[in-house]
């Protein structure tokens, strides 16, 4: 296949990862921009939004897009629900206090994954995905007798890819209206600019704080979902989702959503791109060399704002 | 109306309230006045449910309330226009006043009421309030509190940093206040205003209650403010 082609499936490739990691990482975004957490067990809700969908796809015994469907919506309300759980009965015992909470989600990390490990055992487990009709791309190139309609070999997507890519566009797009329009995210937004004030004006912070907790890991869940039919489910799945939701909410800046969704774009792309072309180590190398730059560069983050 | 009574309050083991008194009723305005560090915003935080206390206790209307969760608080009706106004200085002037409008469920005609004090923030409510200016901020912070329709207002420093004009603006805030018969608790170091609004005065000092006074007495013999406050 000649270049033109090849860097369009690599960026297809890449907006396929950007459109998760976005996901995924404003999940990370909010739980730090609001709560000032550093969530460790992040990617492992992420792990266990996978095997809940292989799980409710595989056991409801009806047919594979509808069992997908339901897990859509099982799986991110289950590992929500589980992220209040544990908001309830560990973060919120230590006053959310930013040092012991890292400490206690490195905890639940290991607790969720071995659990998981226990439960679904070490398999990596498929999820059929409810479409996958392969659509071939016309290419244009321009000849002697001028352009042309080409239809390289090869040179296709799969709608269920596309698909992904809109579904994570529309959540993106409903969670910024959420959060600019709604009530609630009022509240959100108000405890994230001063907590004590918030208080002070009667929003019972502790309970906003479990809400964006389990949030932020139904959004992680949610993203896992969605790639899930593409990439299997499995125990230890949950390491590189949290490195690149790191990597972007760094980059982007620590709680800016528009920066992290910026910065999932820019990763996502560069990941795909650089995974088609080199190798998809070397992309990981490039992103934390970026991280690197930015942290002593620009601190705050390309698209967050310095603290006064 | 809203009553403390011999309080302690503690920045982990540094005491610095030790058995403070004082009581506010409705239609009075009352003000805690000390030099820095006297302990006068800690009481208010205290009030406020911010800073817990460690022994007496805060009453509203005869209600024991110092074991409240700080969230319950506004929803007695005390509000709180905090030093250094702290805003959410990120979102608009309608959204702050909003946040103060969720605590009662108020509808447009409270909001309406607060900006009738404050015409000015009428003009600015797509303005995004850490761009108003110093006076402006003022105004929508004491706004702010009045939408939670308080029966107390407690007004930290409401006229540090101001300038003339818009010191009289508050203070005719405060009085119209007064009118409606809200009891306000006003933190001052600035002894015209406290001489201006006060029916009475604490004085304190190094978190004890030194004194009290009655406005009368502070008008007639303003010395008794100054010397205690070394101005």
């Known amino acids: 296949m000649e270049f033109g082609p090849h860097f369009l499936l690599a960026t297809l490739e890449g907006a396929l990862t950007a459109a998760v990691l976005a996901l995924t990482a404003v999940g990370l975004s909010v739980v730090f921009g609001i709560m000032r957490v550093v969530n460790v067990a992040h990617g492992e809700f992420f792990m266990l939004g996978a095997v809940i969908a292989w799980f409710v796809s595989t056991t409801v015994g009806i047919h594979p897009a509808v069992g997908f469907l339901l897990a859509l919506v099982v799986a991110p309300v289950m590992v929500g629900f589980l992220a209040i759980v544990?908001?309830?009965?560990?973060?919120?015992?230590?006053?959310?206090?930013?040092?012991r909470t890292i400490v206690?989600?490195?905890g639940l990390l290991y607790c969720i994954q071995q659990v998981t490990l226990m439960t679904f055992g070490p398999d990596a487990r498929p999820v059929i995905p409810p479409f996958n009709q392969r659509i071939a791309l016309p290419w244009f190139e321009l000849g002697e007798q001028g352009f042309q309609v080409t239809w390289p070999w090869g040179f296709g997507v799969t709608t269920y890819k596309l698909a992904v890519i809109m579904f994570a566009v529309i959540i993106l797009v409903g969670l910024w209206r959420f959060l600019a329009r709604s009530k609630f995210g009022l509240?959100?937004?108000?405890?994230q600019l001063d907590r004590e004030m918030a208080l002070a004006f009667g929003i019972p912070i502790e309970r906003v704080y479990a809400i964006v907790f389990g949030l932020g890991a139904g959004l992680a869940a949610l993203g896992a979902v969605l790639i899930v039919p593409i990439?299997?489910?499995h125990y230890l799945m949950g390491g590189e989702p949290l490195l690149l939701s790191f990597i972007v909410v760094i980059i982007g800046g620590l709680g800016s959503i528009p920066g992290t969704i910026m910065a999932a774009i820019l990763i996502g792309l560069s990941d795909g791109i650089i995974s088609v072309f080199f190798s998809p180590t070397l992309a990981k190398i490039i992103a934390t060399l970026l991280v690197a730059f930015v942290l002593v560069y620009r601190p705050q983050g390309l698209f967050g704002r310095r603290l006064p | 109306m809203l009553r403390l009574d011999r309080i302690d309050v503690s920045y982990g083991r540094v005491q610095v309230l030790f058995g403070l008194s004082l009581n506010v009723s409705a239609g009075e305005i009352v003000c805690l006045v000390g030099r820095n560090g006297a302990g006068?915003?800690?009481a208010i935080k205290a009030i406020m449910g911010l800073l817990q206390i460690s022994s007496g206790s805060i009453e509203m209307d005869g209600e024991r309330i110092?074991?409240?969760?700080?969230?319950?608080?506004?929803?007695l009706q005390i509000g709180l226009v905090p030093q250094g106004?702290?805003?959410?200085s990120e979102?608009?002037?309608?959204?702050?006043?909003e946040i103060g409008l969720m605590v009662r469920g108020g509808g447009r005609n409270v909001r309406q009421r607060a900006l009738e004090m404050f015409p000015r923030l009428q003009e600015r409510l797509d303005q995004i309030a850490g761009t108003l200016s110093g006076g402006e901020q003022q105004m929508l912070a004491t706004a702010r509190a009045l939408c939670i329709e308080p029966r107390v207002l407690l007004l930290d420093e409401p006229t540090e940093g101001l300038q003339p004009s818009m010191t009289a603006q508050i203070r005719n805030a405060v009085l119209q206040l007064k009118k409606q018969e809200v009891g306000i608790l006003l933190v001052e170091q600035r002894v015209d205003a406290v001489l201006a609004l006060a029916d009475r005065v604490y004085l304190i000092e190094n978190g004890r209650n030194l004194r009290d006074y009655s406005g009368r007495e502070i008008n007639d013999t303003p010395e008794l403010l100054i010397k205690h406050l070394g101005i």
């Open chain 2, 85 to 88: 106004r702290r805003l959410f």
């Open chain 2, 91 to 97: 979102l608009t002037v309608a959204e702050n006043l």
């Open chain 2, 40 to 42: 006068k915003s800690t």
């Open chain 1, 104 to 106: 206690a989600t490195i």
């Open chain 1, 187 to 191: 509240i959100m937004r108000a405890t």
């Open chain 2, 66 to 75: 110092s074991h409240y969760p700080p969230h319950r608080i506004p929803g």
């Open chain 1, 231 to 233: 990439r299997q489910a």
């Open chain 1, 86 to 99: 544990a908001d309830q009965l560990v973060l919120r015992r230590l006053d959310y206090d930013p040092e």
